[in-house]
């Protein structure tokens, strides 16, 4: 029998070339907001017996888990025989540890909670962090799908005399596996977090590359801030274009828009995230991810 895929709200594109390349069935969800704000949730479609699969990107997760936990517990109450959760972007990856008294360890407390929900998980590059494997975090199967093939082969496409710059040295080992990819060289840049929005970078000697387009790659965009300066710093220098790269389009704020200010040439991400930027479809390795764990 075919897997039902239920495409939570925001998700109906990637739900159905998810669909189109499994073969699977798409399945009918109602959810609507109480006046009072809470939330309700129908499945439409019969699920008992089925293999069914929620999808859902993470990225703004306040308020979207309450609906999907509701959504994969009625699965469940309904007789689904699996459970599953495609979240093309992963949210609460980034406090991995206590760096004050009192602060909640946000990654393992989110994992705890999708893992007593769902059978499995599939995503697209999680920001690990300090971690070294998602078995840290979740209890349950994750399924890691990785973009940088598919970055590579924009590069490719697009900037075939790049030089591929990564934000910091702790990315050297993602960023280099792109250029690798592409076929290009690489650098990194050297930075230092002031705070949620504030950052400084260090360049290293850029003077062999001036013949090169520079590209900055990054798994996440999301204040933009590394980006922006970086735009800056380089249009200083007499770079004529920037090009920005990303797995996941976050833009918080007016990030999106700051970046254009900034100078840059084009901006791309996957479509993990819905945005006017997502020109790098990632469904394909989603799909054959989602094979891999089975019926």
């Known amino acids: 029998m075919k897997p039902l895929l239920f495409a939570m709200s925001g998700n109906e594109d990637f739900t159905g070339r998810l669909i189109a390349a499994l073969g699977a069935e798409p399945g009918s969800l109602e959810t609507r907001r109480f006046p009072d704000g809470e939330t309700y949730v129908r499945l439409a479609s019969d699920v008992e017996g ?124 993602w960023v280099s596996a792109v250029a690798a990819y592409a076929g290009v060289p690489f650098v990194t840049l050297e930075k230092t977090r002031r705070g949620d929005r504030e950052v400084e970078i260090k360049f290293p000697d850029l003077g062999g590359w001036r013949s090169r387009m520079p590209v900055l790659v990054d798994d996440i965009i999301s204040s933009g801030r590394t980006m922006e300066v970086a735009i800056r710093h380089l249009s200083e220098l007499g770079y004529p274009a920037v090009m920005c790269l990303g797995v996941h389009g976050l833009f918080a704020d007016d990030a999106f828009k700051r970046l254009e200010a900034a100078g840059a040439s084009s901006i791309a991400c996957t479509n993990t995230v819905p ?21």
């Open 50 to 173: 089925r293999s069914t699969a929620f999808v859902c990107t993470l990225d703004r997760p306040n308020d979207k888990t309450l609906p999907l936990l509701f959504a994969a517990h009625a699965a469940r109450d309904l007789g689904a025989s699996r459970v599953g959760l495609v979240a093309p972007y992963l949210g609460y990856m980034r406090q991995d540890k206590r760096f004050r008294p009192g602060e909640a360890i946000t990654s393992s407390a989110f994992g705890r909670l999708l893992s007593s929900s769902f059978d499995w998980i599939v995503t697209v590059d999680p920001h690990l962090h300090r971690r070294t494997s998602m078995a840290e975090v979740y209890a349950i199967p994750v399924a890691v799908c990785h973009a940088a093939p598919k970055l590579s082969a924009w590069i490719r496409e697009h900037a075939p005399n790049a030089l591929v710059i990564g934000p910091d040295v702790e990315s050297e080992q």
């Open 275 to 295: 945005h006017r930027s997502s020109a790098i479809d990632v469904s394909d390795i989603v799909a054959t991810a989602i094979s891999s764990l089975g019926p």
